[in-house]
């Protein structure tokens, strides 16, 4: 699709999107919000790049194959369910809290490594399976 | 004593030993793997003076101690006796197989099976946990699954594995039932501590249940009628294994089962008729069709289950003398049989053939071997002075004693004994005797190991005949808590002139008698097998062919593999359902006081939905159509937006989006048909469509009348903050309270993508298509 209003705006809302979906991860455990809906959010980013612009380029974007973000997030993920295991000694899939609140981004648990561990694997699968249809058909 | 808990995990431990050697190595030292029978061997006639004694061995380590699995072992007489089979007969089978597979490339991978079956075996007779008991139980049923099909590039071989394996596998299962049923009745898995609660196997409301499971797992084991028929096909399997499990060890497994809970189930009278008769039945219905087998294996399999059916009969008698019987034949046969089937390996292995019509004059060529057959004939015939003779003579003395009806039973043994001197003798005698037919060619000596190894076993039953105070003393005393309290019978060779010596003499010359008369050939055996139709193994295979055909139907009617038929099925189904139950029970549930006004922003979606809905059911174009189901899909997230559930509406939105660029993805590339169905399957659909929804709504709106339980509301609510630090109480469900869920999930997704991505992107060459 060639189109200069498109290709402008998709190339000005792509960080903005980013942006939106970490924000959305983040404020996740308090408000609306979360990995799913994040990685989502992120992965239509970079589809209507992908519109914009051709597939190339959004490859050259990413520099990285998407389906790299799947292990990346699943062991992310894997990690935080271990952790009470390992640190505390608790049992799978215990939170484990910091004690202080951090500016911004309020509590830090294992909870949100979990779900950045979601929203990596999210934003891996819809772009893997997307991409690679688009470029098969 | 934790040497004893060693023991038993040896062969676990040597089976890795061999496969860290490797193949290569394995073929030069393959007489070292004897070393491990013959020790534990070893090991347990070390313990047999203590054992004998009444001191119990036993060794218990915590395993799953929630579910009450532990590694409890425990070495009474029972046990011993038959670790020193599974030991014994076990050396020599190992050293004969170095023999008789030497140079097999799969040699390696046979004594793997072996070792892990042996460890498998003792680990059975030596388990006083009864759930332990049932995971070796089904080791033994896998590596003898292995072991038959050894030859696994034969169609045959691979059958007959399968189908012992589901006889064997099916006894595992009721066994399990067993297991857990009694466990769960005495309140404790050690079989031993199951004794102090007698009601329970006496007459309780469950016993019937029990006894059914108990015999199921016994009689499959055991290959008794009508689960036989595993066992001549298990036949498959070179000579050594048939030796070792399908004739001295794993068969007995069930008779060691049997053995094992008699002394819970006495008193209980049923238990003992029903073994009676099972036994007597399988005994004579074996023992007939050795008449009609031209291969030595398959006779030796007939009489095999000739032998259990007597075994089984002499527990049904249940009196101390036929217990006594029964653990003595069951030596007895153990080392004739054993002899019998390694003379049978050997012919076979220097002659190539096993076929009885085809052999014949074998004994200038074989002589040790003809005279490991002969003697091993003459104990399976029970002839004097071998221990088959005293075996034969306790047979007759418990008949002739038991309660109920003892001229039946002993003229069932006497007939059965009569084929059994038949058997013996047709397979250790007749294919040395007479002469050589020109087809045989010229026989090889065989390595001294091929003969001597028969030779051994058949000199123990002639040893054993002499000295019978041996036998007694090592294992009919005090053999199990049934016997303590009765005087158990002497054993001998001369009882004087009796009835029992009569009888004796009436089988021995009757068998030699059939043996010069009766010449197998494969014209009686073809006779024979026209009414194979009936036996319970044409039976079994007929209706496993039939559930194999009724589910390839159902798989072909339901699994067509169109998306729109699955699609069809689950709507039906579920239309049927709701269906179903509103006319069962046709209540409406609106009632108008209770609507409220509609906002004017709902109406307007509504609306939209509505329009969209129209739009994508009528439109001609295949792009508009999932641009009309994309609007739908909004519209769907401004309903959950007023109805307060903005992490579905969020979440929906996405989605949508998504689905709606992977479709046009898809579809842009597609032809242009205009007509995307035909009338009438589009009627058909709309029929399905329409009331699927209508029935879904009246069902939706009778939920909505009940009282919702708010527990799990309440909970998720109460302790989102307190226990996991969030106020969104849906991202904590799905991050926390049922983080494994998503995690599952997760996983789920990746699995998809990594699919879709191997569908499409694989491009094999052509050599690899």
């Keep these: 699709m060639k189109s200069v209003i498109l290709n402008t705006v998709s190339k000005t809302l792509l960080p903005l999107l980013i942006l939106f979906s970490v924000f959305v991860l983040l404020r996740g455990h308090y408000l609306p919000g979360g990995g799913f809906i994040g990685g989502l959010i992120a992965a239509v980013a970079f589809i209507l790049h992908a519109f914009a612009n051709g597939l190339t380029e959004t490859r050259k974007l990413l520099r990285i194959h998407p389906g790299f973000l799947i292990p990346v997030g699943l062991l992310l993920a894997v990690i935080s369910a271990l952790a009470p295991i390992l640190v505390t000694g608790e049992p799978l899939m215990t939170g484990l809290w910091h004690d202080k609140d951090i500016a911004i981004l309020g509590k830090i648990g294992s909870a949100l490594f979990f779900d950045t561990g979601v929203y990596l694997v999210v934003i891996g699968v819809c772009l893997t399976i997307i991409f690679t249809i688009s470029e098969s058909v | ?769």
Excluded at chain 2, 300 to 322: D, E, M, P, Q, R
Excluded at chain 2, 747 to 752: G, M, R
Aim: charge should be positive; hydrophobic fraction near 55%.
């Design chain 2, 1 to 769: 004593m934790t040497l004893f808990l060693y023991v038993i995990l040896a062969p676990f431990l040597f089976a890795i030993l061999l496969f860290g050697i490797g193949q290569q190595n394995f073929k030069r030292i393959t007489l070292l793997a004897s070393i491990l029978p013959i020790a534990l061997f070893g090991y347990f006639l070390s313990l047999t003076p203590t054992v004998i004694n009444g001191d119990v061995l036993t060794s218990f380590t915590e395993w799953v101690p929630s579910l009450g699995i532990n590694l409890d072992f425990r070495l009474d007489n029972l046990a011993l006796l038959f670790s020193l089979l599974i030991t014994g007969v076990g050396s020599i089978v190992f050293l004969y197989t170095s023999q008789y597979l030497k140079g097999h490339p799969k040699l390696l991978r046979f004594y793997i099976f072996l070792t892990v079956f042996m460890g498998a075996m003792i680990g059975l007779v030596t388990s006083n946990n009864i759930l332990t008991l049932f995971i070796f139980w089904e080791l033994t049923s896998i590596s003898s699954f292995f072991l038959i099909s050894f030859n696994n590039t034969e169609a045959s071989s691979r059958k007959s594995a399968i189908i012992a394996l589901t006889i064997t596998g099916l006894g595992g299962l009721a066994l399990l039932a067993f297991a857990v049923l009694a466990g769960e009745l005495t309140g404790t898995y050690s079989i031993a501590e199951m004794l102090q609660s007698p009601e329970v196997f006496a007459n309780n409301a469950y016993t019937s249940y029990l006894i059914l499971f108990l015999f199921l797992a016994a009689f499959t084991k055991s290959a008794q009628f009508p689960f036989h028929f595993w066992l001549p096909g298990a036949m498959k399997a070179p000579t050594p294994v048939s030796t070792y499990l399908h004739s001295a060890t794993m068969v007995k497994a069930g008779i060691y089962l049997l053995l094992r809970f008699t002394p819970h189930f006495n008193g209980n009278e049923s238990f003992f008729i029903i073994l009676l008769f099972v036994g007597g039945f399988t005994m004579l219905y074996a023992a007939i069709n050795t008449l009609f087998k031209t291969d030595l294996k398959g006779i030796l399999a007939y009489s095999t289950i000739g032998a259990l059916g007597i075994i089984v009969f002499l527990i049904g008698i249940g009196t101390a003398a036929s217990i006594t019987a029964a653990i003595v034949f069951i030596v007895v046969h153990a080392l004739y049989k054993a002899s019998l089937f390694l003379v049978t390996g050997t012919i076979d292995h220097q002659a190539g053939t096993r076929d009885i019509t085809k052999l014949g004059g074998l004994r200038k060529a074989l002589l040790p071997l003809a005279i490991a057959g002969f003697i091993a004939a003459l104990s399976s015939g029970g002839f004097p002075p071998t221990i088959g003779f005293i075996g034969k003579d306790l047979i007759y003395e418990s008949t002739l004693n038991a309660s109920i009806n003892p001229t039946l039973l002993t003229t069932i043994a006497v007939i059965t004994n009569i084929f059994m001197v038949f058997a013996g003798l047709i397979v250790g005698v007749k294919p040395f005797s007479g002469s050589k037919p020109e087809s045989l060619g010229a026989i090889k000596k065989p390595h001294f190991i091929l003969w001597l190894m028969p030779m051994l076993l058949a000199a123990l039953s002639l040893i054993f005949g002499l000295f019978p105070q041996w036998v007694e003393v090592l294992f009919t005393h005090q053999i199990t808590p049934l016997l303590t309290s009765v005087e158990s019978p002497h054993l001998a060779i001369w009882h004087g002139f009796n009835l029992i010596l009569l009888l004796s003499a009436i089988t021995i010359i009757s068998g030699i008698i059939i043996y010069f008369f009766w010449k197998p050939n494969h014209r009686k055996e073809q006779q024979i097998k026209r009414i194979e139709y009936l036996s319970p193994r044409s039976i079994s295979l007929q209706f496993a062919q039939l559930f194999h055909n009724t589910s390839y139907f159902l798989t072909r009617v339901f699994q067509n593999g169109y998306l729109r038929r699955y699609i069809m099925i689950i709507l039906v189904l579920l239309t049927l359902v709701f269906g179903i139950h509103i006319f069962i029970n046709p209540r409406i549930f609106l009632s108008l006081k209770d609507i409220k006004a509609l906002n004017w922003n709902e109406v307007v979606i509504l609306f939209m939905m509505l329009i969209s809905i129209l739009f994508t059911v009528f439109t001609k174009s295949r792009l508009t159509a999932i641009a009309g189901m994309g609007v739908l899909g909004y519209t769907m997230c401004f309903i959950f937006v007023f109805y307060g559930a903005p992490d579905l509406a969020m979440t929906q939105f996405s989605i949508d989006t998504l689905t709606v660029i992977l479709f046009v993805l898809v579809v842009y590339r597609l032809p242009k048909y205009l007509k995307l169905s035909n009338p009438t399957n589009r009627i058909r659909d709309g029929i399905i469509a329409t009331s699927f929804g209508t029935f879904l709504a009246f069902t939706i709106i009778e939920i909505m009348n009940e009282t919702p339980v708010k527990s799990t509301t309440a909970f998720y609510a109460e302790n989102a903050y307190l226990l996991a630090k969030g106020k969104n109480v849906v991202n904590v469900i799905l991050v926390d309270f049922r983080g494994f869920d998503t995690m599952i999930e997760v996983s789920v997704l990746s699995i998809a993508a990594i699919g879709v991505f191997a569908l499409l992107k694989l491009h094999l060459k052509k050599h690899e298509k």
